[in-house]
């Protein structure tokens, strides 16, 4: 993917650091769907395994997603030193806060209805 | 990286990423500081993760605290972790849209509820704890 090293045009890393950020988010997205899964079967029925799957899918979603951005990201410095040239850099961000809030109200039903 | 920086126009008027709100003010900012504003969105995601899982799991697993605090505790979690993904959003918008325009950048809004409500969470599991 890349013929030169980061480093000309970018010391500390930050596309790479950001790539592996969300790396970690997309990795602890998928084990708290599957945990969530889990424990949700005894309240939700096999639904909760459907939310096992779909987090897992999702969590597949931002590595894909993820790993078009860092190559975008790379691209759009090497080329022009800065990020202009990246395509929706919000889309994926409000895409997770969206699936952020998705959980945490599925959380709030499995304590209320338990 | 700064050498570039003078001859890109000022493209925000016709700058068509989402949200417009953000990227149609200032101008294009040092791609660090943008992908740091990034990082800091993706840690308070996870923040929201753990707060959350912090509140199914008190209620989930079968822990030795009083009933009704176990559940004021696990509630005070999870209402935070509702919390989080809004404060990451907003803190992201507004902190990019600052620095495309050269101003300070904002305080996180939620910051001081979050560390007040961890406190008070973790003192109902405590309390809980010790009263079982």
Same mark, same amino acid.
């Given at each position: 993917?890349?013929?030169?090293?980061?480093?000309?045009?970018?010391?500390?890393?930050?596309?790479?650091?950001?790539?592996?950020?969300?790396?970690?988010?997309?990795?602890?997205?998928?084990?708290?769907?599957?945990?969530?899964?889990?424990? =949700? #079967?005894?309240?939700? !029925? /096999?639904?909760?395994? $459907?939310? @096992?799957?779909? +987090?897992?899918?999702? *969590?597949?979603?931002? %590595?894909?997603?993820?790993?078009?951005?860092?190559?975008?990201?790379?691209?759009?410095?090497?080329?022009?030193?800065?990020?202009? =040239? #990246?395509?929706?850099? !919000? /889309?994926?961000?409000? $895409?997770? @806060?969206?699936? +952020?809030?998705?959980? *945490?109200?599925?959380? %709030?039903?499995?304590?209320?209805?338990? | 990286?700064?050498?570039?920086?003078?001859?890109?126009?000022?493209?925000?008027?016709?700058?068509?990423?989402?949200?417009?709100?953000?990227?149609?003010?200032?101008?294009?900012?040092?791609?660090?500081?943008?992908?740091?504003?990034?990082?800091?969105?993706?840690?308070?995601?996870?923040?929201?993760?753990?707060?959350?899982?912090?509140?199914?799991?008190?209620?989930?697993?079968?822990?030795?605290?009083?009933?009704?605090?176990?559940?004021?505790?696990?509630?005070?979690?999870?209402?935070?972790?509702?919390?989080?993904?809004?404060?990451?959003?907003?803190?992201?918008?507004?902190?990019?849209?600052?620095?495309?325009?050269?101003?300070?950048?904002?305080?996180?809004?939620?910051?001081?509820?979050?560390?007040?409500?961890?406190?008070?969470?973790?003192?109902?599991?405590?309390?809980?704890?010790?009263?079982?």
């Amino acid at each position: 993917m890349t013929d030169r090293p980061d480093a000309v045009f970018d010391l500390g890393l930050q596309a790479e650091r950001t790539a592996l950020a969300w790396q970690r988010t997309a990795l602890a997205v998928a084990i708290g769907a599957l945990v969530a899964g889990r424990l =949700a #079967v005894p309240v939700f !029925g /096999a639904g909760s395994l $459907a939310v @096992a799957v779909l +987090g897992v899918v999702g *969590a597949v979603v931002v %590595l894909v997603v993820s790993r078009r951005r860092y190559r975008a990201v790379h691209q759009s410095l090497r080329a022009r030193g800065d990020l202009a =040239a #990246v395509r929706s850099a !919000g /889309a994926p961000i409000a $895409a997770l @806060a969206g699936v +952020g809030l998705l959980v *945490a109200l599925l959380a %709030l039903a499995f304590v209320l209805l338990r | 990286m700064d050498e570039g920086a003078e001859d890109v126009p000022d493209e925000a008027p016709t700058d068509r990423r989402f949200p417009r709100r953000v990227y149609r003010a200032g101008r294009e900012p040092d791609p660090r500081f943008s992908l740091a504003n990034e990082r800091t969105f993706l840690a308070w995601i996870r923040t929201s993760l753990a707060l959350v899982a912090a509140g199914v799991a008190l209620e989930a697993l079968d822990l030795p605290i009083a009933d009704g605090l176990r559940l004021a505790g696990a509630l005070v979690f999870i209402v935070l972790g509702l919390l989080a993904p809004a404060q990451a959003w907003l803190g992201w918008a507004a902190t990019e849209r600052a620095l495309r325009q050269g101003r300070p950048l904002p305080s996180p809004r939620l910051g001081l509820l979050l560390a007040v409500g961890t406190t008070v969470a973790g003192l109902l599991v405590l309390v809980g704890l010790v009263l079982r």
